[in-house]
């Protein structure tokens, strides 16, 4: 016990100590030991007129990544007509898809062509025979209306040539109604004049019938029903072109990923093949927010000088041809997996020589410096 209540004052001051320790530790690693440290970290050596910064080697437009046209959901690569280092002319075939389904989209799209011209055709025909029946049916109507007026003329004498032979007889004007009724020839004179005028009735009912009929509707539709089938097969023969696939201006073609029977879907995430423009070659020297204050337009067309990013003694010539106002991502953040919002100005500095004598020659997307103070 007496050795345990001394060694208890001991091992208390041992806790102060380390925990005073700890605390002074964390002071320095949090607000920096010292004036070096805590100074902001500067993307490169400062030189006069503004910073370095990281950039990284690109052509203008961009390099430009094939894979399956969007028009597919899958294609299976029937012919690599490219190799890689090959130049290429825009609108030149690279590589072309199996199109065998997508040809017979086409025969099935020309047979609805052909099927829905016929309809026009039809619909032009009925057009046709529709002004011929209005003309029958107003024929019809005009002789309906000649007939009702000589079968009331052939009553109305029938009735007369009685009622003369009646006075004759001397029969009383009160007893002639109920000879007319039983008199044959007068009967089928009437009838004849009532069957006139039904069938007048019934002309001119079907003769307003067709006039309300318009043969151009289906014409029109027919028309209408032509130029979508044509728009079909236009679409179809779209596909069937787009299985072979061109390139979409000139340039070099690297790293080709595919040999005929390879099949690629819409999650494939290997390019078919790269193709890097031909043109001028850019650096897009990453600016940092800290650092946009000494970057103004006045060092637009400006010479700098643009180094090896591991070897500082190599060294390049590049004119400054574009400074943006505004701040974008960093286009490294595309390649990491977890991603980041780190905003940049991303500078366009035209290399002058991407290959001068006695040095390497730099390449697509070698990361460099750019010395925007020089």
Not at 51 to 78: F, H, I, K, W
Request: proline share 6%; net charge neutral; aromatic share 4%.
């Amino acid at each position: 016990m007496t050795w345990l209540r001394k060694t208890r004052s001991v091992l208390i001051a041992l806790a102060l100590a380390v925990g005073i320790g700890c605390l002074i530790g964390a002071r320095e690693l949090t607000h920096g030991g010292s004036n070096a440290a805590a100074a902001p970290i500067d993307a490169g050596p400062r030189a006069a007129g503004g910073p370095v910064v990281l950039g990284l080697v690109d052509t203008d437009p961009a390099p430009v990544n094939y894979g399956l046209p969007p028009v597919l959901q899958s294609g299976t690569v029937a012919e690599v007509f490219v190799k890689e280092g090959d130049e290429v002319k825009a609108g030149q075939k690279l590589y072309q898809f199996d199109d065998t389904i997508q040809r017979s989209d086409v025969k099935r799209a020309e047979a609805a062509v052909a099927y829905a011209e016929t309809k026009v055709k039809e619909a032009e025909t009925g057009r046709v025979q529709h002004a011929e029946s209005l003309k029958v049916a107003q024929a019809m109507v005009d002789g309906g209306k000649q007939r009702v007026e000589v079968t009331a003329e052939g009553y109305r004498l029938a009735s007369t040539r009685l009622e003369t032979l009646f006075k004759a007889e001397g029969i009383k004007e009160a007893d002639w109604p109920a000879r007319k009724n039983g008199d044959p020839t007068l009967f089928q004179a009437k009838a004849e004049w009532i069957a006139a005028t039904n069938e007048l009735t019934i002309a001119n009912a079907k003769h307003e019938q067709l006039k309300t009929v318009d043969p151009e509707i289906k014409v029109k539709e027919s028309q209408a029903a032509v130029e979508q089938a044509k728009a079909e097969l236009a679409k179809a023969q779209k596909v069937v072109d787009l299985c072979v696939v061109k390139a979409k201006m000139p340039g070099t073609i690297e790293q080709i990923s595919i040999s005929p029977g390879t099949t690629l879907g819409i999650s494939t995430r290997t390019p078919a093949l790269w193709l890097i423009p031909a043109g001028s070659w850019v650096v897009r020297a990453e600016v940092e927010a800290e650092f946009a204050h000494r970057v103004g337009p006045d060092l637009k067309g400006k010479t700098v000088t643009i180094t090896d990013h591991t070897d500082p003694k190599l060294t390049y010539s590049g004119v400054v041809r574009r400074i943006p106002r505004i701040f974008l991502l960093k286009r490294s953040n595309a390649e990491n997996f977890l991603g980041g919002d780190t905003r940049v100005l991303e500078v366009v500095i035209e290399v002058s020589d991407p290959a001068p004598a006695g040095k390497p020659p730099l390449a697509i997307g070698q990361r460099v410096r750019v010395n925007l103070g020089q």
